[in-house]
């Protein structure tokens, strides 16, 4: 009761700005949306089709694809691949937008080498425009497929050779193993991984914007700061909302009442097959090149940015900003991290409806536009500091400001708001994965449900919970409307940092602000990526009879 209880409470107070906004369908917007059917809604259903359709298949195929060779095949680099393939992480969507924005235009670098080689003019060559859905799709696709190959790797570091091994035996080859028994297995995992990816999708502004692609989060943002109407952006907020609920309900119908748990005993892992040279060089080519078209190429061309306009050294508010960065991301991944686990496992506890759809509402916030979600945070933050303020006047003489919605508090609560689904996505098909056998043993040897969490939970969710750990890090320094709109005065970020010289059109500055997120990014992601691993990994051997 307890459990359900206190899960209810935190559910609650994080859906409270969701509430906010579906509370703006009071307001009659009528001529709005009768403007939007008749001069955006066609391209923006068509653009948010493609890039979905798009992002899903290559994430899909690419993280899952790469997770499968470097965890269960052994050739060489694997083990450097293993991190690697996690680089395009840490590179915010409208960076990679603005780096091959300068690659790829006319008078960029790779046309101007072309032309000077083969003494071409305009219009005598073709070459790649990414000025289009398919195009931004392709460069979502580049930085987000991370999200499937995090939860797929974990999942299939958790998987049992002898299952593998079983399938062998029974006349399976690679292949069939692969899809008959290893993706089933991992299936609840990289569905969570894909739906980060998407609702990541639905909800990016700035690359969509760069490139004149209209969805619905530019039509949110035309709506709040061109027409200056809030509850109508709050309204086709909602939309999204309703497509994320709908993409979340479409894969646990696939699933249907199918379970994937592997008994404890089942748990151990042989050394991965070793691939002969020509499938050893095809698998070093698939991991390769979504790590140079995602990372290298875009990081080299921002770093050349910075180190030949000598903007290395141009501002050292960057300093500042760093330090900001950091410790806003550590408390936000901590606090993300502890409530995915404490509302899964009360799920797990309860097993009520009401329970799963509260939790589930909670997580919602991912889909929503980070400027939507920090009117909903400021406007309850701003009444309970009012509240505070007119307390504090009676009891000590003395107004308290706004300790809620002036401090950094409110951007750590938006934060949370904004990536807890990182956490559930990551969490709850861990502990899903977990023999439900081991809880019941537990319990009837005593055990309290705490104890339950502590020792025997715990342990065996150090890899799902330290991938969510990763995700909401490298999320909270990247994102940037809701740091825009909710951060303290004179308080910025990395991300705020590369905003101001972007949108001054100093993009040499704003390279060297990338470079800087890419390196606060880099060490945690290659260390937890390595404890993933070997948290993930029971034992090498089988258990003796």
């Not at 603005?98 to 670098?109: E, K, Q, V």
């Not at 497509?243 to 892992?269: M, T």
């Not at 972007?502 to 390196?519: C, H, K, N, P």
């Not at 990526?529 to 051997?541: F, G, Y």
């Amino acid at each position: 009761m307890i459990w359900r209880l206190g899960a209810l409470a935190v559910a609650g107070v994080v859906a409270l700005p969701l509430l906010g906004i579906a509370s703006s369908l009071l307001s009659w917007q009528g001529e709005l949306w009768r403007h939007i059917a008749e001069t955006q809604l066609s391209d923006i259903v068509g653009n948010t089709v493609i890039l979905l359709v798009g992002v899903g298949l290559g994430t899909t195929v690419i993280g899952t694809g790469t997770a499968w060779l470097v965890t269960m095949c052994r050739f060489p680099g694997s083990r450097m691949l293993q991190w690697a393939l996690l680089l395009p992480l840490v590179m915010p969507t409208y960076i990679i937008g603005y780096a091959y924005a300068d690659l790829l235009t006319f008078a960029g670098p790779w046309q101007s080498a072309l032309r000077s080689a083969t003494g071409w003019g305009r219009g005598d060559y073709w070459f790649p425009d990414l000025g289009s859905a398919a195009g931004v799709a392709f460069l979502f696709t580049l930085v987000l497929y991370p999200y499937v190959y995090l939860a797929a790797r974990a999942a299939f570091l958790s998987q049992s050779q002898s299952l593998l091994e079983a399938s062998r035996i029974l006349g399976h080859g690679p292949w069939r193993t692969f899809f008959r028994v290893g993706l089933p297995l991992a299936r609840p995992a990289i569905a969570a991984g894909l739906a980060l990816a998407l609702l990541e999708t639905l909800a990016d502004f700035g690359t969509v914007q760069y490139y004149g692609v209209h969805t619905f989060t530019t039509a949110i943002y035309r709506t709040w700061y061109g027409m200056g109407n809030r509850e109508g952006a709050a309204q086709i907020s909602l939309v999204l909302i309703v497509i994320a609920v709908a993409l979340v309900a479409l894969e646990r119908r696939s699933r249907g009442r199918a379970r994937f748990a592997i008994a404890s005993n089942l748990r151990y892992l042989a050394e991965p097959v070793l691939l002969a040279p020509r499938l050893a060089l095809a698998a070093i080519a698939a991991c390769v090149l979504p790590i140079v078209l995602g990372f290298v190429l875009p990081t080299l061309h921002l770093a050349q940015l910075a180190v030949t306009s000598g903007a290395l050294v141009a501002d050292h508010r960057f300093v500042g900003d760093t330090i900001n960065s950091l410790v806003l991301a550590t408390v936000a991944a901590i606090i993300i991290v502890g409530l995915a686990l404490f509302l899964s496992y009360a799920a797990r506890l309860a097993r009520r409806r009401s329970l799963n759809r509260a939790i589930e509402f909670a997580s919602l916030g991912y889909a929503i536009p980070g400027a939507v979600i920090a009117v909903g945070i400021l406007l309850p933050l701003a009444l309970a500091d009012h509240g505070i303020s007119r307390l504090t006047q009676e009891l000590f003489g003395l107004p308290s400001g706004l300790l809620l919605s002036g401090t950094a508090f409110a951007l750590i609560v938006a934060y949370t708001v904004r990536f807890l689904a990182v956490g559930m996505a990551n969490v709850a098909p861990g502990l899903a994965a977990i023999d439900p056998a081991m809880d019941a043993s537990a319990r009837v040897l005593g055990a309290r449900p705490r104890q339950v969490l502590r020792y025997i939970h715990l342990p065996m969710l150090r890899a799902p919970a330290l991938t969510a750990g990763i995700i909401a890090f490298v999320e909270v320094l990247k994102e940037l409307p809701a740091t825009l709109l909710i951060r303290p005065f004179n308080f910025d970020t990395l991300a705020i940092g590369v905003y101001r010289f972007a949108s001054d059109e100093r993009l040499a500055q704003a390279a060297v602000g990338s470079i800087l997120i890419v390196a606060v990014s880099l060490v945690p992601v290659i260390l937890l990526s390595r404890t993933v691993a070997a948290a993930a990994r029971p034992t090498s051997s089988p258990p003796g009879p």
